[in-house]
């Protein structure tokens, strides 16, 4: 049922990411490229998406009047907009407000962004086996060394982060308005700072309430990565798509496709389980 799986592919895949990759290879390569290009998204955004979620949180709860009114903002603006809708209107704006690669902006020591996407430094072995960083430099024609990400990739990074960020928000602020104020009281009366009571006090207690809606977002995030096709990012949807335009294949194709999502869903599920027993464990002790 699934020999295709072991056919040449024939075609070739724009950005491969982790992977080496070319048209001779067999199916199940390029479908393993199409994974790892949505790995290489996801785990970066998921990141992002926390810090997010929770720099929002926080100035939701913030005394000063206009990071309330900034982050209650952001929050409305982002849940009510259709993430397909913002997915194209990130891509966009960098492939049409950004400078040509000739002339990219420098964001940063050794960091340039440019429609042809964003270059930074990078770690490489050298012919003595030593790692030594390689840093982006401007030439005449285009930003060399380093290495480089797609504005694809940055698109659908950023939107991902974004949406997702804006829901977290919402479940990390019900999650830190369950702790009892009087603990931050107690905290505040031994002498800790607001620093001290945010991390060590107000955070941990909140992680009760937070881990499983925290989780649903995170799945959200995983499937919602599959819209990379509108912008022609080749993550395992796009790879699928074509990969079933190639073979008629078309039910084999989804199904691995469906097996895959199923399967990093339960992951995730997993390692957030495993995550809130050992903090429930640790919260008893």
């Given at each position: 049922m699934f020999e295709f799986l072991s056919q040449t592919a024939g075609f070739e895949i724009g950005e491969t990411g982790w992977?080496?990759?070319?048209?001779?290879?067999?199916?199940?390569?390029?479908?393993?490229v199409g994974l790892s290009n949505t790995l290489r998204v996801c785990l970066p955004?998921?990141?992002?998406?926390?810090?997010?979620?929770?720099?929002?949180?926080?100035?939701?709860?913030?005394?000063?009047?206009?990071?309330?009114?900034m982050a209650k903002g952001f929050v409305d603006l982002i849940r009510n907009v259709?993430?397909?809708?913002?997915?194209?209107?990130?891509?966009f704006l960098l492939v049409s407000w950004l400078?040509?690669?000739t002339q990219a902006l420098s964001i940063g020591p050794g960091v340039?962004?440019?429609?042809?996407?964003?270059?930074?430094?990078?770690l490489i072995p050298s012919e003595a086996g030593a790692w030594h960083w390689d840093w982006p430099v401007?030439?005449?024609?285009?930003?060399?060394?380093?290495?480089?990400?797609?504005?694809?990739?940055?698109?659908?990074?950023?939107?991902?982060?974004?949406?997702?960020?804006?829901?977290?928000?919402e479940v990390i602020r019900s999650g830190l308005e369950a702790v009892p104020?009087?603990?931050?009281?107690?905290?505040?009366?031994?002498?800790?700072?607001?620093?001290?009571?945010?991390?060590?006090?107000?955070?941990?207690?909140?992680?009760?309430?937070v881990i499983p809606g925290t989780t649903n977002q995170f799945l959200n995030l995983i499937k919602n990565s599959s819209l990379a096709v509108a912008i022609g990012y080749p993550d395992l949807v796009s790879v699928g798509n074509t990969t079933m335009n190639q073979t008629g294949k078309a039910?084999?194709?989804?199904?691995?496709?469906?097996?895959?999502y199923l399967l990093l869903s339960l992951i995730i599920s997993a390692a957030m389980n495993h995550f809130n027993r050992r903090h429930a464990i640790k919260g008893a002790q």
């Open positions: 992977l080496i990759y070319d048209a001779s290879q067999p199916l199940w390569r390029a479908l393993l955004a998921l990141l992002l998406a926390t810090l997010v979620g929770l720099t929002v949180a926080l100035a939701r709860r913030s005394s000063a009047a206009i990071w309330r009114h259709p993430l397909l809708l913002q997915l194209l209107v990130w891509y400078p040509d690669s340039w962004l440019s429609k042809g996407g964003l270059a930074f430094p990078w401007q030439d005449t024609f285009n930003v060399s060394g380093g290495a480089s990400v797609t504005p694809e990739y940055l698109a659908l990074s950023l939107a991902l982060s974004t949406y997702t960020g804006a829901f977290l928000s104020a009087s603990l931050m009281e107690a905290a505040e009366t031994l002498g800790a700072t607001r620093r001290q009571q945010i991390t060590r006090v107000l955070l941990p207690q909140a992680l009760r309430t039910f084999e194709c989804l199904a691995v496709m469906m097996s895959v």
